[in-house]
Structures are given as structure tokens and as C-alpha cells.
Nanobody
Framework: QVQLVESGGGSVQPGGSLRLSCAAS????????MAWFRQAPGKEREGVAA???????AYTDSVKGRFTISKDKAKNTVYLQMSSLKPEDTAMYYC?????????????????????WGQGILVTVSS
């Protein structure tokens, strides 16, 4: 059974940094991609960043240059390093995974394309 467990959320002032972690277990094989989504109050869940089995990454435009997704294969853990945080980054952040490639495009990082989800973790950016 696939499980995704997020950690690292919290509150930070604008301009600050946070690192989210997502520990994965239960996958058969390694040919899966992992992604971070977020959902702000009253808004739809949106893809933020993703990384596939061969290390190809993709980012939504609003976080390019500020967020970095990476993975530690030995630990089956994906990270989202978030810097220069803005109040509009405030949201519940969800880790997700599925068996497909992303080909460097956020077009492959849509909610209905991911089968496995974590429970979510809150990130608040406020002064």
C-alpha cells in the first residue's frame, strides 16, 4: 500500500524559507513521479512542482526561481525547498505520486493524473 507522509510545514514571514519533505513507501519499482500541489482557501488545487523517475522537473510559473524540487532515492523522499516566500504562497501543500512521466511539463501535473496523495501540510506566509 502506497503511503505519502509530508512534514516541514509551518509559519514564516514574507521573504523567508521553508523545506517540505515527503516520505514515500509501498511503491513497486521506481518508475513513478512525485509532485507537490497546493490549495489555498476558496481556490482549486494546483500543481506546484514535480520530479519524475529520471529526475526531470517541472514548475508552475509563479514559483520558478523560488522553489526547488529534489529527491533522495535512497530515502524515497522528495523535498520542496521554498525560498522568497510570499503571502500568496499560503496554502495546504499536498504531496502526490503516480506512475507516469512528466516530460518537463506541468501539463502532466494535474490533479486527476495522480492516484496517491498525502494528508497535506499547512504553509502560512504572514508578517
Amino acid at each position: 500500500q502506497v503511503q505519502l507522509v509530508e512534514s516541514g510545514g509551518g509559519s514564516v514571514q514574507p521573504g523567508g524559507s521553508l523545506r517540505l519533505s515527503c516520505a514515500a513507501s509501498g511503491f513497486t519499482g521506481r518508475d513513478y513521479c512525485m509532485a507537490w500541489f497546493r490549495q489555498a482557501p476558496g481556490k482549486e488545487r494546483e500543481g506546484v512542482a514535480a520530479i519524475d523517475a529520471v529526475g526531470i522537473t517541472a514548475y508552475t510559473d509563479s514559483v520558478k526561481g523560488r522553489f526547488t524540487i529534489s529527491k533522495d532515492k535512497a530515502k524515497n523522499t522528495v523535498y520542496l525547498q521554498m525560498s522568497s516566500l510570499k503571502p500568496e504562497d499560503t496554502a495546504m501543500y499536498y504531496c502526490a505520486a503516480d506512475y507516469h512521466r512528466i516530460w518537463g511539463s506541468m501539463g502532466w501535473v494535474q490533479v486527476n493524473q495522480f492516484k496517491y496523495w498525502g494528508q497535506g501540510i499547512l504553509v502560512t506566509v504572514s508578517s
